[in-house]
């Protein structure tokens, strides 16, 4: 089976050149990211050869795995005729479409069928207008109901019950074999003529049930929403085998319901309690598989509110974080991964919110600026895993050492990965986010969506996208710069370039500007193209008042305070902004820098390694006398030292003390095992999100 379906997807790319086979890959850019080596697909199919050849991507075509993501990656109209098509037993007349499609416009049904026979699911429709599945995907849609056809596998259902069935809605010639059998109750509740001889018959109460189960659709209804005497049918026997008087009484629902069941006329899953009409009589009935199809969404594209280029705000901000996590590392669940409290005061801290933050600490730790480390500590029953999450200096440094672009395109695509993602959906996201931006780019240039239908637009695009968190995805793109902060949410010329010509992106950007201005109004004038590392240690010192041609920032004396308990100075402060500035620094200036570090008090802060307690106010009182111990009383009867406790111990033995301790030879606090995760390397494609021509040129080597 699998060989032919590989051997119709080869067929049909040998029967297109390059520049064909070129646009409907660009259709499916989790593809022409696997053409490329990158991309989601490699975790169903791993990651292909520099030169895959068309053999292999016949292969990639004919897998389950990719099959089901497209289809799932299309939009519900689009999926609603792939449906139908499965329905219908794989071939659909031209006849038979028009009936089915009688609610869509011409254009739009076009567009259906060119969307289903561009992704190689379906074979491009004969002189007739018939279409026909491609071998392999009918396999992967599924039915709107049940089908009459899950009879041949219910045990329950004997030839018995399908022969009381056909007789009871007036059959004459009952066949013998099953299968037969089912055939002739498809012509008798399957067909149109059938059905409406069957519903002329139904008392006024058994066609109002019928009229309800017709809106329950495919999935059924509870019984219990249907008559509240479900426990009284009789639901496993079609005849009734108990005396007259002993007969429960049933309301006029539940004895039209009992008919429905003892006809034949619906299925029943009394496990969970569900009762709904067979496909085909849903079919029969609206004469077409969908009494209703999606409308096509009339969405206007809108000039975006584009400033000139600049670098974008991510990089400083990661600069930022990555200085905070240096100094104070974050502290992790004791089940691994970052707590929500953790992030929103690590935000609080940096002046950020809270959801940017989350996506950039995500995204360094896919990097592998950020690395996770785990400690077993403790001792005894008490010991437990202590995770924390700290700066890798060798990634870091490495990081430091690329510009701005290469520092770019490598942040975006490891969002184009969903590196912040959870790993069990991280695929999902990413082939969702590549879908997202491929439809951005298919905008006119300089165009974007409407922030407030933007949601309701990716859900119209693609099925897949009720399965992630969509709702965030703009605001992703805003935080990496690949969408201005307000208006329409849409691709500007830079973040076009970064995805589709990387190498392009050095030329575009303004070289970067190491000075600001320092105004004696404690203001400070930034250039866009600020160096990201001056930058972000000036958001330190500053909060941001204004943005646009330039940045106003402000010298602000609380962050100004929280540098200095990181452990800057006045002097060094003083030297930064001397050092970057464009023009003398008013002496007003090197007085806040003084006046902050003279307000911090001088305080200190330190931990204790070891406390000492006694019972008897003069025993502590001779231990506190002994310098070796560097004891310091807090206490009558508590004192502290900032010596291991081993050396304590020592010196007061030494002194002719004997105090007390655990034996437990492994103390509180000591590490016994360390674990620490080395970040595999990232290999970044040359194009993130290749074009139709940069596609047409692979083909060509092929």
């Keep these: 089976m699998l060989d032919e379906v590989v051997s119709d997807r080869l067929g049909a790319l040998d029967a297109l050149d390059a520049a064909e086979l070129a646009r409907r890959l660009a259709l499916q850019p989790h593809l022409a990211a696997w053409c490329l080596g990158t991309g989601p697909l ?3 199919l791993g990651a292909s050869a520099a030169r895959p ?9 004919a897998n389950p795995h990719v099959q089901r993501l497209t289809i799932e990656l299309l939009d519900a109209a689009s999926v609603q005729l792939l449906v139908v098509m499965a329905s219908r037993g794989g071939t659909v007349t031209a006849d038979v479409l028009d009936q089915e499609l009688e609610p869509v416009e011409g254009a739009e049904r076009e567009r259906m069928v060119r969307a289903l026979v561009d992704r190689f699911l379906v074979h491009d429709p004969d002189t007739s207008g018939t279409l026909r599945l491609r071998p392999g995907v009918g396999d992967q849609v599924h039915r709107p109901g049940r089908p009459l056809d899950r009879l041949l596998l219910d045990q329950s259902i004997t030839k018995d019950v399908l022969r009381l069935w056909l007789e009871r809605l007036g059959a004459t010639d009952v066949p013998a074999a099953k299968g037969a059998r089912i055939d002739a109750l498809r012509q008798l509740i399957g067909t149109t003529e059938g059905l409406d001889s069957i519903i002329d018959r139904l008392s006024p109460t058994e066609q ?5 189960l017709v809106d329950a659709g495919g999935r059924g209804i509870a019984g ?12 496993a026997n079609p005849v009734e085998h108990r005396p007259a008087h002993l007969r429960p009484l049933l309301t006029p629902e539940a004895a039209a319901l009992q008919f429905f069941v003892d006809h034949g006329l619906v299925w029943v899953e009394r496990e969970i309690r569900q009762v709904g009409l067979w496909l085909e009589t849903l079919v029969a009935f609206h004469r077409r598989t969908f009494a209703e199809w999606p409308r096509p969404e009339a969405i206007t594209p809108r000039p975006l509110h584009q400033a000139g280029h600049a670098h974008p705000d991510a990089l400083r901000t990661l600069q930022s974080l990555v200085h905070q996590v240096t100094l104070e590392p974050i502290v992790g669940l004791k089940t691994g991964g970052i707590g929500v409290k953790t992030m929103r005061d690590l935000a609080k801290r940096l002046g950020l919110p809270a959801g940017q933050v989350d996506l950039l600490v995500h995204l360094a730790l896919g990097l592998g600026l950020i690395t996770q480390l785990s400690e077993f ?3 005894g ?21 690329l510009d701005v672009a290469d520092q770019w395109t490598r942040l975006v695509d490891a969002w184009l990965d969903a590196l912040d993602a959870p790993a069990d959906t991280r695929a999902v996201d990413a082939l969702v986010r590549r879908s997202v931006i491929a439809d951005l780019l298919a905008t006119s240039d300089g165009h974007g969506i409407p922030a407030d239908r933007f949601t309701h637009w990716i859900a119209h695009q693609h099925v897949m996208a009720t399965r992630v968190d969509v709702t965030r995805l703009a605001d992703h793109l805003v935080v990496l710069g690949l969408a201005p902060p307000d208006g329409p949410v849409g691709l500007g010329a830079l973040a076009r370039t970064v995805l589709t010509e990387p190498d392009s992106l050095h030329a575009l950007l303004p070289d970067q500007d190491r000075t600001f201005v320092v105004q004696a109004d404690l203001s400070v004038i930034a250039p866009p193209a600020l160096d990201p590392v001056v930058r972000a240690r000036l958001d330190r010192l500053c909060v941001a008042e204004s943005s646009g041609s330039v940045n106003v920032l402000r010298l602000d004396r609380t962050r100004i305070a929280a540098e200095m308990a990181s452990g800057a100075t006045a002097e060094s402060l003083l030297e930064f902004v001397t050092a970057h500035s464009s023009v003398p620094i008013a002496p007003v200036v090197a007085q806040v820098f003084a006046d902050v570090e003279r307000q911090r008090g001088g305080l200190t802060a330190r931990g204790a390694a070891t406390v000492v307690t006694a019972d008897d106010v003069l025993g502590l009182a001779a231990a506190v006398k002994v310098r070796a111990a560097r004891l310091t009383l807090l206490a009558p009867t508590v004192a502290i030292s900032d010596l291991p406790l081993d050396k304590v111990l020592g010196a007061l033995r030494k002194a002719g003390l004997a105090p007390s301790t655990d034996a437990d030879p492994v103390p509180a606090g000591d590490v016994v095992n360390r674990v620490q995760a080395t970040p595999r390397v990232r290999q970044v494609p040359p194009v993130l999100h290749p074009s139709t021509a940069h596609l047409e040129a692979l083909l060509e080597t092929w």
């Design 381 to 401: 029953r008490t010991a437990s895993w202590v995770h924390r999450f700290e700066v890798n200096p060798e990634r870091l440094a490495e990081w430091r050492d």
């Design 224 to 235: 219990e929403r249907l008559t509240n005497n479900w426990w009284q049918l009789r639901l």
């Design 208 to 212: 109002a049930l019928f009229a309800r």
């Design 377 to 379: 500590v403790g001792r």
């Design 42 to 44: 490699r975790v169903f």
């Design 53 to 61: 050849g068309r053999r292999q991507l016949a292969g990639a075509l």
